[in-house]
């Protein structure tokens, strides 16, 4: 059985671990780094980077350099205007009015986008394993809906990879956390504030037992928004003192993004920072240079707002798992926002406590989700995982009216089943409009999939009794299904991700990501070939200054050829001239050693004992004095 890996998706980078020798390790990437920028680019050749070869490139080309796509997951384009304004690539409205990317005019879905950052963190695995990986158990923020929680599952699909299990960020944190705890109870709070969502999730532990009591969140609050803040208060600074809106440069801009994420990681250990970025700009007066001083006094009181905002989430948390704060044993940080120590302290005001910092906040997560591929595969023992639903669940019934049938925070899975009837004499059909949110009337709340059953009999408004179930898996995604009682007639539905990909459409995805995977194989080859052509020319050349005078003229000729033949072919972008040049260089060089090696034997044996000297004379001359022979010592190694 293949190893099941476990895989953070982060908004603002990626994470990957798995289970060795029971214990989870977390992998580097070809890097050498332990987390990968979710980052996905296309070059002007259309080729595609991804991880930090695409974070690198992000100034130089911001149109193709796709970021923070986690926080379009399952969304519509109407939902998304804040954040279309952000970015600087491209954001268009897809099928059923989703919200898809479009770069160098060709379209892709946020599942497509993030599946190739699912793909960047397979490899990396399977380059650290040495064996090919099938299987992942991958994260979400607990606050994800189920369109969003579908959407990361199809993501999974079109990587090539079976997702085994979507787990909880703040749940797998849990796990992580709490795996080497003793068998003692406690009661933990899993503050969860990441690149693009907050999370906090109430859990109890003990005796391997991990159960979530509680959920809430903010799917669209985390470190870009505090990112966010200090650009625009860059940009308003900078319009002071030049009279120059940096907001219409697209480049500017990433070099602010940039900026901006340095100077929010510094003000975490220093009181004071300096953002210097040389010729940001330029107008007819020539080169503008920006160069500030942020204070994190300053940066606080831009990002106040924003860390508030994670308050009522957790108020409300500890209200639903019937909590006061000091039933909280300890406190667990996730994300990189949280090292902030504005955060930091606003998590002591709610909590009572200081919080625990026994966990890298940046990799907990991942390593919590390889704990859970092992529970999967039977590598971790005695570990039972219960979990929520986040949101509750029901369907619009007459007047618009949301009637619930799962309510927020049921341990999953679940099934649950509410039975009504129809609103009008001899009605045919009934349309089902399955909801997910807390709001009394239907149009408050998000409409996650609809459905028919048709076929019912006539008969009175009242009279015939509709079953309505609902059934969450273990991976919080629902399946519904209406049944007409008097028929038997039944209609089901597994609510699709709102990117709305149909399985064919995911097929092909797939069938494209794979070519991709071959390209990159065969890219990766073209590149080690030239290289190792150029390193076998550096070479030659060196050996000729040395040797050269030594060889015959013919000889000497078919190797300059051949170097020259090289040399010109490494000058273009033939892949095919390059590798008939470099196999006619290798056997041209093998052909020049066998030769040269050839001709040194001859001339020793035409030289004879006579003509060496040295040590070589010595040795030749073997029949000297016997009394002036020394036996040198000896042992004997049996092979």
């Known amino acids: 059985m293949g190893k099941i890996i476990g895989i953070d998706l982060g908004t603002t980078n990626s994470c990957v671990a798995v289970m060795e020798g029971g214990e989870p390790t977390v992998i580097p990437n070809a890097e050498g780094n332990r987390t990968t920028p979710s980052v996905v680019a296309f070059n002007d050749k259309g080729e595609r980077l991804v991880g930090v070869v695409a974070h690198r490139q992000a100034v130089a080309n911001p149109e193709n350099t796709i970021f923070s796509i986690k926080r379009f997951m399952g969304c519509k384009y109407s939902e998304m205007t804040k954040e279309i304004k952000r970015v600087p690539y491209k954001v268009v409205e897809g099928k059923n009015g989703d919200a898809w990317v479009e770069i160098l005019g060709k379209k892709y879905s946020p599942p497509e986008i993030s599946a190739m950052i699912l793909q960047k963190m397979r490899q990396t695995a399977e380059d650290y394993l040495g064996e090919k990986v099938e299987k992942a158990v991958v994260t979400v923020p607990a606050y994800f809906n189920d369109s969003q929680r579908q959407a990361t599952k199809d993501a999974g699909k079109i990587a090539g990879l079976i997702v085994e299990r979507i787990v909880n960020e703040p749940t797998a944190a849990a796990l992580a956390y709490g795996l080497d705890k ?22 109890e532990i003990g005796d391997g037992v991990f159960e979530v009591k509680s959920t809430n969140g903010n ?3 985390g470190g870009d928004d505090f990112d966010h803040a200090i650009i625009n208060w860059m940009v308003a600074e900078f319009k002071k003192q030049q009279g120059i809106d940096l907001s219409a440069d697209m480049m500017a801009l990433q070099r602010l993004k940039e900026a901006a994420e340095i100077a929010k990681c510094e003000l975490s250990t220093t009181q004071s920072t300096n953002i210097n970025l040389p010729f940001v700009t330029a107008d007819s007066a020539g080169a503008k240079h920006l160069d500030m001083t942020l204070s994190r006094s300053k940066l606080e009181q831009l990002v106040d707002d924003l860390v508030d905002m994670t308050v009522e989430p957790c108020r409300t948390a500890l209200k639903d798992a019937g909590l006061s704060a000091s039933g909280i044993d300890d406190v667990i940080l996730v994300g990189g926002q949280t090292r902030m120590p504005l955060v930091q302290k606003k998590v002591t005001e709610i909590f009572g406590k200081e919080p625990h910092k026994g966990v890298n906040p940046d990799e907990v997560v991942a390593v919590g989700a390889a704990i859970q591929a092992g529970v999967l595969s039977g590598d971790v023992k005695d570990v039972l995982l219960l979990d929520v639903t986040p949101l509750t669940l029901g369907i619009e019934t007459l007047g618009g009216v949301a009637t619930h049938i799962i309510e927020k925070n049921t341990t999953i899975p679940t099934k649950k089943s509410q039975v009504f009837s129809t609103a009008a004499d001899n009605q045919p059909q009934v349309e089902i409009i399955v909801l997910q949110g807390e709001r009394k009337m239907a149009a408050d709340n998000r409409t996650v999939g609809r459905f028919v059953l048709d076929g019912i009999p006539p ?14 898996d273990a991976n919080g995604i629902l399946h519904v ?29 797939l069938h494209d990501a794979e070519a991709h995977a071959e390209e990159d194989e065969k890219k990766k080859e073209i590149i080690e070939r030239r290289n190792h052509a150029d390193a076998m020319v550096f070479e030659i050349e060196k050996q000729m200054k040395e040797y050269g005078d030594k060889v015959t003229p013919d000889d000497k000729s078919r190797l300059d ?79």
């Open 459 to 472: 008969a009175p408004r009242g009279m015939p009794q509709i079953e309505v179930s609902f059934d969450i």
């Open 481 to 509: 299904a209406a049944k007409d009682k008097a028929t038997g007639k039944e209609q089901k539905i597994t609510i699709e991700a709102s990117s709305g990909l149909s399985e064919d459409e995911i097929e092909k995805m």
């Open 182 to 203: 003793e068998a003692s109870n406690r009661t933990i709070a899993v503050y969860d504030l990441g690149g693009g969502t907050f999370d906090i999730s109430i859990l």
């Open 561 to 639: 050829s051949a170097v020259s033949d090289m040399k010109k072919a490494l000058e273009g972008q033939d892949d095919d001239l390059i590798k008939q040049k470099f196999d006619s260089l290798q056997e041209t060089w093998k052909q020049f050693g066998e030769a040269f090696y050839k001709q040194q034997q001859a001339q020793q044996q035409a030289a004879g004992p006579e003509g060496q000297t040295g040590e070589a004379a010595g040795a030749a001359d073997s029949g000297g004095d016997e009394a002036n022979t020394v036996d040198a010592d000896y042992e004997v190694v049996d092979d």
């Open 219 to 221: 799917t669209h609050l």
